[in-house]
């Protein structure tokens, strides 16, 4: 696979990520994250993606067949996962989440509420207060991430 980072760009790309970083983010944050999503964090620690899209059946406020994905949040002091628990009591977002992705008004979230690995990944969508399950779990949600062609 080629790696899905965006080499040119240095926004929210953070400094190389170890075990210990992981093992000390999981404990913060009381889950196990997917290995997947370790993986391709310790290839680049966050930042741009190649992609800019995952397809959605659900209408969004963004879009009615896709919502917009351009960069993955890495682990580390600020522009993190770490940050989810701020984000989500500002933004008065669904508890057992970790943020992975987004600004605002929207996210892209691995989804604890009902399980303790492996979890969903879900989009949402805080002006219409949605919440969209794109994908069962990150392996999944990374092989559907693509270059939106269709209209804006």
Not at 40 to 67: M, R
Not at 83 to 98: A, G, H, Q, R, T
Request: aromatic share 12%.
């Amino acid at each position: 696979m080629n790696s899905i980072w965006q080499e040119d760009n240095e926004y929210y790309r953070l400094k190389p990520l170890t075990d210990a970083m992981v093992k000390e983010a999981e404990d913060q944050l009381n889950v196990k994250l997917p290995d997947s999503y370790i993986n391709i964090l310790k290839e680049q620690n966050g930042g741009y993606i190649n992609y800019d899209s995952f397809p959605c059946s659900t209408p969004t406020s963004w879009a009615d067949d896709h919502v917009n994905v351009d960069h993955i949040f890495g682990i580390g002091k600020e522009n993190s996962i770490l940050d989810s628990e701020y984000l989500i009591k500002e933004w008065d977002l669904p508890s057992n989440i970790v943020l992975i992705s987004g600004s605002g008004h929207s996210w892209i979230a691995l989804d604890y509420r009902e399980t303790e690995e492996n979890p969903p990944v879900i989009f949402i969508d805080v002006d219409d207060e949605k919440v969209i399950e794109l994908a069962a779990n990150f392996d999944l949600f990374l092989d559907g991430l693509m270059i939106w062609e269709g209209e804006a």
